[in-house]
């Protein structure tokens, strides 16, 4: 019996060793000033990826301020006079909504969650030394009030 439950701890314990190898690991890689970052439609005729970044930047605050023109929000007056807008590109191109600095009240958030709803699919970051695309996350300034 003794020797039984000594067979199953090691066929138990030899499992789990075998469940810790087969995990995929993703590299481990910092951002590059050769990697490419994303690319808002429009911008890809930019010679440099730091003018490509400049145009995305662009365009997403003149996007998110169309939208506040053509739907007006009533500030509070102690509302921010500008916010920094967390955004974060996925690997598919997708812009996502992650969040404004300082906080901001709720029609604030929605109405910005539905500006950036409304983006378009841009091209994702690609990490050149590895050649996939990637997924970032990175802030922007967005004036609300003149």
Same mark, same amino acid.
């Given at each position: ?6 067979i &199953?701890?090691?066929?138990?314990a ?9 995990q ?9 000033s ?7 439609? &429009?911008c890809e ?10 145009c995305f930047?662009?365009s ?7 939208a ?9 007056a ?14 598919? &191109? ?16 929605q109405?910005?969650?539905?500006a ?14 590895? &050649? ?5 996350q990175f ?5 609300l009030q003149?």
């Amino acid at each position: 019996m003794l020797r039984a439950l000594f067979i &199953g701890i090691l066929i138990l314990a030899n499992s789990c060793n075998q469940t810790d190898a087969e995990q995929i690991r993703k590299p481990n890689t910092a951002w590059q000033s050769t990697d490419q970052p994303p690319v808002y439609p &429009g911008c890809e005729s930019r010679e440099t990826t730091a003018d490509q970044w400049d145009c995305f930047q662009a365009s997403i605050s003149r996007s998110i301020s169309m939208a506040f023109t053509e739907n007006p929000l009533p500030l509070q007056a102690n509302a921010p006079k500008s916010v920094i807008l967390y955004v974060e590109v996925d690997q598919s &191109g997708k812009v996502m909504f992650k969040g404004i600095e300082p906080q901001a009240d709720k029609a604030i958030l929605q109405a910005m969650q539905t500006a950036i709803d409304e983006l378009p699919i841009v091209s994702p970051a690609t990490k050149t030394n590895v &050649g996939v695309t990637a997924q970032v996350q990175f802030r922007i300034p967005i004036l609300l009030q003149n």
